[in-house]
């Protein structure tokens, strides 16, 4: 039940609380002396249910009204005054509570004989009645406030949780920005390179030829500009390595495999196709993959056998790690998001990314990447 509806059934059962109180304040009144107390009861229990009810006038005009009604007219108006004392005592005013019980029980002792709250008929219900309004109420508005305490714990941990899959989301996106300006600005490189040394031959080649090259490196030169003021700013500012350049895609999948067996991983790899078969992303999703089960197998399942099976040939790469269950490492610290990032560069890429158990307690961690239309056989535009 949400919080609102909470509140609408708690103001429906006030509501029929305070309906029932008034005429049973006026049936009591009426059998007093022949009913001499009926009109000025009925009009004092309207009066201080009105009170109850008019949330402006719950805190503190109803407990004073019910307060002086009570000590003036005696047992009529009791159950007006527990629902008021619950009431205060729900809201945690405990020492208010306890002031209007006393003081109405107190002053009642001068109230008219037929109605006073002290005889010895109604010594258990006149005392005991405000006692338990009193302390049903503290629990309930204890209890109320403990829920709405746990609430928005909950929800807090919600947003959390939502602010870093997102920033998971948008760390990978810096990622693969930083990855393809990598290899952008490599292959644009190249052309400015090659094209500038065959404008060194100019004077050997047709006019209209080495008017082209000459454009060719000058739009080589300026994309390549261009592209680094774009997504330079992406790159990692503790990446200032020279070799940090290109480090997914120059680095072989067998490097990365050999790394992990060096520390203690048992890896069994296959590959069918060539790397190059696949388009550049497809290699850095596939390199990212790869490296996201390896770490996650010796976090989760330290010892375990692990199967590395990538395909990289048309019309789809397809990669999958599997690995049997192992004993998970101490003092393991894990965000829990690397898979929404994968996630999300796969997503990228018009692929889909499957992880969870295999059966027999393994776990399996599999991407599906469409080639593009446009990519040959080479991994090239065509």
Excluded at 222 to 239: F, I, K, M, Q, S
Excluded at 330 to 345: A, D, I, K, M, Q
Aim: aromatic share 4%.
């Amino acid at each position: 039940m949400s919080r609102k509806e909470s509140r609408r059934w708690t103001g429906y059962g006030r509501v029929s609380l305070v309906a029932l109180c008034v005429p049973a304040a006026a049936l009591n009144a009426a059998s007093l002396d022949g009913g001499r107390y009926l009109l000025p009861v009925t009009v004092v229990a309207v009066l201080c249910a009105a009170a109850l009810l008019v949330p402006r006038l719950r805190w503190p005009v109803a407990p004073l009204l019910v307060t002086v009604a009570t000590a003036w007219w005696g047992w009529p108006l009791l159950p007006l005054l527990v629902l008021a004392l619950f009431s205060m005592a729900v809201d945690l005013r405990a020492r208010a509570a306890v002031g209007c019980a006393v003081a109405a029980l107190g002053a009642n002792l001068l109230s008219y004989p037929a109605t006073a709250l002290w005889t010895a008929q109604s010594y258990a219900s006149t005392l005991l009645l405000p006692l338990l309004a009193v302390v049903v109420g503290l629990w309930l508005g204890n209890r109320r406030r403990l829920l709405e305490a746990l609430a928005a714990d909950v929800e807090h941990l919600r947003i959390e949780s939502r602010l870093r899959e997102e920033a998971a989301r948008a760390t990978e996106r810096s990622r693969i920005a930083a990855e393809m300006h990598d290899v952008l600005a490599h292959r644009l490189s190249l052309i400015a390179l090659h094209t500038g040394v065959l404008t060194t031959k100019s004077n050997t080649l047709p006019a209209p030829v080495a008017e082209r090259l000459g454009l060719l490196r000058t739009t080589s030169v300026e994309a390549l500009t261009d592209l680094r003021d774009v997504l330079g700013a992406l790159r990692d500012p503790d990446a200032t390595r020279p070799s940090s350049v290109l480090t997914p895609v120059m680095r072989e999948m067998r490097e990365l495999v050999d790394e992990a067996r060096s520390a203690g991983q048992h890896i069994d790899i296959a590959a069918d196709g060539l790397p190059e078969q696949a388009p550049t992303t497809h290699r850095l999703a596939v390199y990212r993959i790869v490296q996201e089960a390896l770490t996650n197998a010796r976090k989760h399942a330290d010892g375990a056998q692990v199967t590395v099976r990538i395909d990289y040939r048309p019309p789809v790469t397809l990669v999958e790690v599997t690995n049997t269950p192992g004993t998970p490492s101490e003092n393991t610290v894990s965000s829990g998001y690397g898979l929404v990032g994968l996630r999300e560069r796969v997503t990228t890429l018009g692929g889909h990314l499957a992880a969870g158990p295999a059966g027999g307690g393994a776990w399996r961690l599999a991407a599906r990447l469409p080639h593009p239309t446009d990519i040959g056989q080479n991994g090239t535009l065509t």
